[in-house]
């Protein structure tokens, strides 16, 4: 349907009463924080609320329900908190133009709500609900957009005391996962439907390092209330450690194991059972103006009768300019995943991301990271405390000519026998975020997906507008 010209002005409209603060902030230079430093953590169940039996310490309007002592010493509580986020999102030309397209935008709301129980420093019960609404998406919701009301988490911990520390927990039940930068293993903040596993993980801390073995299924999320399930056709295990790098300025490394099997596995070479294995390693850091991020990992396995050989190298480089108007950091991202080199032999080379963050390149979301290269230079600056905004450009190829693009889901975009050439094409994005105060986040984003010759030759080939808008509130 072709867009009118009062549509095109909602548009515009939307974007500019998500802007409208941000730039009002800028000019005037405030930083809408509260200068200590409280932040509300990405997994609400790493947070700790017990410095607040000091009454003296309680200085916010959520504070009384931070914590609830249930005993007279204070040491069993209870902490309640949640998050609501309202998001607008549009595309001009979804999909590059293949399938339903998007002609006025639509919105999402994501509500959490959670209970952390703390009966002693031994034993812990948390619960938290979901529940995401999707409203005038053309195509209806996707499978990350509704979930209309579902127990996200619930999970027992045991800490047991080994003389004076308590160095190990054991965690069962419902629960969310996060490792590294999130490249293999995410909540998925950005969509509208965050993941969740079922199964037992075990939490080791000594001398400054941390250990983490867990057995799961992922939950199968579904639109209606109460009805999400662990999916049986799923297994996920693996240990992740992290440890300091001594002989890197401020560095620190992950060493990591992560075994995945799914029973019906789709690639561009078909679909089969796979079972597959990943070894990786993570070095991270800061020295000075400098920041440094870069990961490895290898695969191995099987693939119905065949076998699984596939990696991955990504990197995150930058340097501050912190004497510098707005401080500005010019960073470089850089990224291959390994491709397929031939379908019709019995070796899958397609890297397999597991369950990393849920737009991966850009918040419009049009690809994962699997047989891909790309360089992603981008520069950052903070007209405010807290207030930033970012601009990058990424280009993108193929890393195999025989092998297609995927979803985040690893679902073949493109199949790689429709095109012939490398060069899938070119985003540019800019985003605004302001953080308002500790509990308010305002984000705008707007990115341009220039089509380039695979994705001409392989299908509709139209360049893709993305903008998003959307208020975090936390508590």
Partial sequence: MPRSGRTLMFHAAALALAMAPVAAAAAAGENGGDGKGRRYQLC?????????????????????????????????????????????????????????????GYLLQRYLV????????????????????????????????????????????????????????????????TFGSSRLVSVRESPNNRRSFDGVRIIGRVAGMRLDAFATRPVETKPHVFDNRSDDAQAFWGAYGVAPL??????????????????????????????????????????????????????WGSFGNGRIRAWTAASDTGYTLRNAPWQPRLGLRANIASGDSDPTDRTLGTFNPFYPKGNYFSEAGLMGPANLMNLHPEITVKPARNLSMRLDWDVIWRHSRHDGIYANSLSVVRSGTTGGSRSVGSQLQ??????????????????????????????????????????????
Avoid: M
């Fill in 44 to 104: 609400r169940f790493d947070e700790n609320w017990s410095y607040l039996r000091a009454p003296s310490r309680s200085d916010d309007l959520w504070d009384p329900v931070k914590y609830l002592p249930l005993t007279s010493s204070g040491d069993a509580y209870l902490s309640l908190g949640g998050d609501a986020r309202l998001r607008y999102e549009y595309f001009n030309n979804a999909n590059w133009g293949r399938g339903p397209q998007d002609n006025d």
């Fill in 114 to 177: 959670h209970a952390d129980l703390r009966l002693t420093d031994a034993a812990r019960l948390f619960a938290q609900l979901q529940s995401s609404l999707e409203e005038g998406r053309s195509g209806g919701p996707r499978p990350t957009d509704e979930d209309q009301l579902d127990l996200h988490q619930l999970f027992v911990d045991a800490t047991p005391a080994v003389g004076d520390t308590r160095p190990l927990t054991v965690r069962v039940g419902r629960q969310e996962l």
């Fill in 246 to 299: 001594p002989v890197l300025p401020g560095g620190s490394i992950d060493l990591y194991y992560l075994g995945l099997y799914r029973r019906g596995a789709r690639f561009d070479q078909g679909r089969a059972r796979e079972t597959r294995h990943a070894g990786g390693t993570r070095i991270w850091g800061a020295a000075g103006a400098w920041d440094y991020n870069a990961e490895f990992v290898f695969q």
């Fill in 430 to 475: 800019c985003q605004v975020d302001w953080q308002v105060d500790r509990h308010l986040l305002l984000t705008a984003n707007y990115s341009r997906f220039f089509a380039g010759p695979f994705i001409r030759e392989s299908g509709p080939g139209k360049d893709v507008d993305y903008v998003g808008t959307w208020a975090t509130y936390r508590f």
